[in-house]
């Protein structure tokens, strides 16, 4: 009964911003870690922001250091993703996914569900 279910996604000028949501059921935020994941066309999926949901930490891939951000709303069940700053090379499909919560970085983690995914388009 895990889901996860990505919103948000759609088509912004260079420089503009865009927030993205994961809405999460059957588990709470508490015992996992959420990761934001993009697959551009043609391109390996890579593993851009996380946070793990014991004590809210979070890592962020250099690409998108200093114009992402991840946080969560337990009240909500939801992560989000802020994404600011955007450039055409962020334009991909948004995945989000949960996993177990593991020592250092959660981008790698063995994350196990996955959401739809939200198409995001940075474009002039």
């Known amino acids: 009964q895990v889901q996860l279910v990505e919103s948000g996604g759609g088509l912004v000028q260079p420089g503009g911003s865009l927030r993205l949501s994961c809405a999460a059921s059957?588990?709470?935020?508490?015992?996992?870690?959420i990761g934001w994941f993009r697959q551009a066309p043609g391109k390996e999926r890579e593993g851009d922001s996380c946070i793990k949901g014991n004590d809210g930490s979070r890592y962020y891939e250099d690409s998108v250091k200093g114009r992402f951000t991840i946080s969560r709303d337990n009240a909500k069940n939801t992560v989000y993703l802020q994404m600011n700053s955007l450039k055409p090379e962020d334009t991909a499909v948004y995945y989000c996914?949960?996993?177990?919560?593991?020592?250092?970085?959660?981008?790698?983690?063995?994350?196990?569900?996955w959401g739809q995914g939200t198409q995001v388009t940075v474009s002039s």
């Open positions: 059957g588990f709470t935020l508490d015992y996992y870690a």
């Open positions: 996914a949960a996993g177990p919560i593991l020592g250092g970085s959660c981008l790698r983690s063995g994350y196990r569900y």
